[in-house]
């Protein structure tokens, strides 16, 4: 299946309609397991332009087993699905993950095979700071990498590529930009005609920019939105991580869709994916004591599954914190052992939990049905759980979950965590 012709038995538009006429079913059967109801809420009339929205996800290298469990069980609502798995070193030097296990790439082509999905290589630019810009800025390597990427998939049997080169963004100083926008444009050009000849899709995986993608963009205005649209098959917008030094909101509503709204008028929508978090943070607020030497209260990341499990755990009850859109849950830890000098001693740490439930879920791939986006992208697989699909079965649908509706505006932050600036928002639900 090294073609894009060989591995899809229905393109994605077939299969969203195939699908869609069993989603109320499906949903019905979800909702009575996950003890949810999802009525639809929508003030104003709205038809969705196309078939209903598709699915991509991210299965992790680090994750795999639990990944292909989760993929494996909802493979039928996929367009496609990309594998984390190799890392860009040099122009024309790609290499696998050493933690992938060996039979990663094929269990998953097998699973996504039965479905007619295909399988995309994530590559991530590894290479130092300005590495990669240098790279594209040379036409001689820039070729070189183009070549390095087709063998990837060639050998691989994959049905296309995603790149996830964040380097420019978030590495890369802000003055390089003007002159990396070209060249990066010109190698997906390049990289475009090379994959397309063999039925192969292009996608990309970026940051998010929130004005008109100029240089007077607050936002990652480096990838050339207006350009990428014209090229790749698809671009898959990465709405996370608003908040990682500190405690905040991972995805606040409002700013996603300031974003959606940004990009939708750059991009045509049908070739955008919208990145949706499934998992959350736990963060160390306050501490009184003297911890022990091992127990250093430090930020953990925790998936949907976990954070679930967790408060179960803990007998805690999270809150629905309205003006993001997500859930939020503050407890305290007691951590006791001994000092750096075996002395005895304990403290108590104050710590706060966000994450992104059933609801937060589908609130935000309502959103993507609701401006026309091709689907959405789940990062990633293997942190979901079972109400995760019945929200996003629902959000197929064009339903919107029962929640607390956000305030006018999200409190401020003035910096999302991946380093792209983040502004006070007028939330929305269209």
């Avoid at 100029?214 to 090229?231: K, N």
């Avoid at 956000?406 to 380093?419: L, N, W």
Wanted: include cysteine; hydrophobic fraction near 45%.
């Amino acid at each position: 299946m090294g073609t894009l012709a060989r591995m899809r038995q229905l393109d994605p538009s077939q299969r969203r309609a195939r699908n869609v006429i069993a989603v109320g079913g499906a949903i019905a059967a979800l909702l009575v397991i996950v003890g949810l109801a999802w009525p639809d809420r929508s003030a104003t009339p709205w038809t969705r332009t196309g078939p209903t929205i598709g699915l991509s996800g991210w299965l992790a290298y680090w994750q795999v087993d639990a990944g292909l469990t989760s993929f494996a069980a909802q493979r039928g609502l996929f367009d496609d699905v990309s594998i984390m798995a190799y890392s860009a070193q040099g122009a024309d030097t790609i290499v696998a993950y050493p933690g992938l296990p060996s039979y990663a790439i094929g269990d998953l082509r097998s699973a996504a095979g039965a479905a007619g999905v295909p399988v995309l290589a994530t590559i991530f630019d590894e290479m130092p700071a300005g590495a990669m810009a240098g790279v594209l800025a040379d036409p001689t390597t820039r070729a070189a990498h183009v070549a390095a990427i087709l063998r990837i998939v060639q050998d691989g049997g994959f049905g296309g590529v995603d790149l996830d080169y964040e380097r420019f963004a978030f590495s890369d100083d802000r003055g390089t930009w003007s002159a990396t926008q070209p060249n990066w444009v010109a190698f997906l050009t390049e990289l475009a005609a090379a994959l397309h000849r063999d039925g192969h899709l292009l996608v990309v995986s970026v940051p998010p920019i929130y004005d008109d993608g100029s240089p007077a963009d607050s936002g990652a205005w480096v990838y050339d939105y207006a350009a990428m649209g014209t090229i790749v098959d698809r671009i898959r917008v990465m709405a996370y991580d608003y908040s990682t030094s500190d405690p905040g909101p991972i995805a606040p509503i409002g700013w996603v869709t300031s974003l959606v709204h940004a990009i939708a008028k750059i991009v045509p929508p049908a070739k955008l994916d919208l990145g949706i978090p499934v998992y959350g943070r736990d963060w160390p607020v306050s501490t009184t004591g003297t911890c022990p030497a091992d127990q250093t209260p430090s930020t953990t990341s925790i998936s949907t599954v976990e954070a679930a499990a967790f408060l179960t755990s803990r007998a805690l009850s999270p809150t629905w914190d309205a003006d993001a859109a997500e859930m939020r849950v503050d407890y305290t830890d007691t951590l006791i052992g001994n000092d750096a000098s075996g002395v005895a001693t304990s403290c108590t740490v104050s710590r706060t939990l966000r994450y992104l439930d059933a609801n937060a879920v589908q609130a935000r791939a309502r959103l993507a049905w609701r401006n026309d986006f091709h689907g959405v992208a789940l990062w990633a697989l293997g942190n979901d759980d079972a109400a995760t699909w019945a929200g996003l079965q629902a959000a197929r649908a064009g339903l919107e979950p029962v929640i607390a509706q956000p305030s006018q505006s999200v409190p401020g932050q003035s910096q999302p965590g991946q380093g792209v600036p983040g502004q006070s928002v007028v939330t929305s639900t269209s």
